[in-house]
């Protein structure tokens, strides 16, 4: 079992950053794939970005390429993702998720999920 709590969504203004951090519980946390998601109202769930379980390989939606930069951190248990340059359409409730297949992630499924945290992007 893993379970996932995510941090750092919030308000900000077009341009602007923020950092999303995802704790993981669980001692096997470095065997798994780990990635963001996000969500916004009337719409499909979308694939953010994507890491393996060294940190070796990553994956990036096209919205988000350049932008975004996901991380992680195999002493903390936590997967970090950078967002700069945020835009209003990035406004979306963003989930962690973990899997032990990276590619199962890129394809837009997970084992276990986060709750969720808001990021408002303002223009």
């Known amino acids: 079992q893993v379970q996932l709590v995510e941090s750092g969504g919030g308000l900000v203004q077009a341009g602007g950053s923020l950092r999303l951090s995802c704790a993981a519980s669980g001692r096997t946390f470095d065997h798994y794939a780990m990635a963001w998601f996000r969500q916004a109202p009337g719409k499909e769930r979308e694939v953010v970005a994507c890491?393996?379980?060294?940190?070796?390989?990553?994956y990036y939606g096209d919205s988000v390429k350049g932008r975004f930069t996901i991380t992680r951190d195999n002493a903390k248990n936590t997967v970090y993702l950078q967002m700069n340059s945020l835009k209003p359409e990035d406004t979306a409730v963003y989930y962690c998720?973990?899997?032990?297949?990276?590619?199962?992630?890129?394809?837009?499924?997970?084992?276990?999920w986060g709750q969720g945290t808001q990021v408002t992007v303002s223009s």
């Open positions: 998720a973990a899997d032990l297949s990276l590619n199962q992630l890129v394809s837009n499924i997970g084992d276990y």
């Open positions: 890491i393996s379980w060294s940190g070796g390989s990553t």
